[in-house]
Every structure is written in structure tokens, then in C-alpha cells.
């Protein structure tokens, strides 16, 4: 089992950014993918970003892709999502995920089944 903490949330303007942490800890070496999604009120918790360990891939949602920037740092076990351009459709609790490793993981980075593990979310409100 993998223990995620994420940080950094916050209030910013529009047009501000905010830096998200995401420190791992126990089995983080079954760890294949670690994302970020959000969940707005009366949504369903939707993907925005994912980084694959092994080689360092990224992929993004359309919505964010140009704004936020994931990267990961294997010696921290920590991931970080920058977020610049906010908009107030950004206004979200994120929430950082841990996949599974091995056969069990189908590739399907934007789904959140894929992920076992989750941390406690960060809120981000974005005013306009």
C-alpha cells in the first residue's frame, strides 16, 4: 500500500499559479503511474494530469495541456504539478493517485480505477 500527502493547495486570482506536492511513501516501488485529478462540487473526480516512472512520460487533459506541468522526482518520491494560467473553472479539490505496477496496470492513465492508492486531496480555489 502506497501513502500519499498532498500539499500546496490554496486561494489565487485568475491568471495566478499554485505548485501542488505529492509525497509517497511505503510500497512506492509497485508504483507505476502517479497522477493528479480533480473533483469539483456535483462532479465526478476527473483526470488532469499522469507521469510514468520508468521514463518519465506525461500526458495531460486537453483542458490543462499549455497551463500544467507534471514532473516527479524518483529520489524524493515526490510529483509536482505546476499550475500557471489558472482559470476559475480550475476550482477543484485535487487529489493525487498511485497505480498499480505489473499486469494489473491496463495503461489506462485517466481512469481512475486505475489507481488503488489516493491521498487526502488539496483544495485550489481560483477567483476571477
Known amino acids: 500500500q502506497v501513502q500519499l500527502v498532498e500539499s500546496g493547495g490554496g486561494l489565487v486570482q485568475a491568471g495566478g499559479s499554485l505548485r501542488l506536492s505529492c509525497a509517497a511513501s511505503?510500497?512506492?516501488?509497485?508504483?507505476?503511474?502517479m497522477g493528479w485529478f480533480r473533483q469539483a462540487p456535483g462532479k465526478e473526480r476527473e483526470f488532469v494530469s499522469a507521469?510514468?516512472?520508468?521514463?518519465?512520460?506525461?500526458y495531460y487533459a486537453n483542458s490543462v495541456k499549455g497551463r500544467f506541468t507534471i514532473t516527479g522526482d524518483n529520489a524524493k518520491n515526490t510529483v509536482y504539478l505546476q499550475m500557471d494560467s489558472l482559470k476559475p473553472e480550475d476550482t477543484a479539490i485535487y487529489y493525487c493517485g498511485a497505480s498499480v505496477a505489473g499486469p494489473l496496470y491496463r495503461g489506462r492513465y485517466w481512469d481512475t480505477r486505475e489507481y488503488p492508492s489516493w491521498g487526502q486531496g488539496t483544495q485550489v480555489t481560483v477567483s476571477s
Open positions: 507521469v510514468r516512472w520508468s521514463d518519465g512520460n506525461t
Open positions: 511505503g510500497r512506492t516501488f509497485s508504483s507505476y503511474v
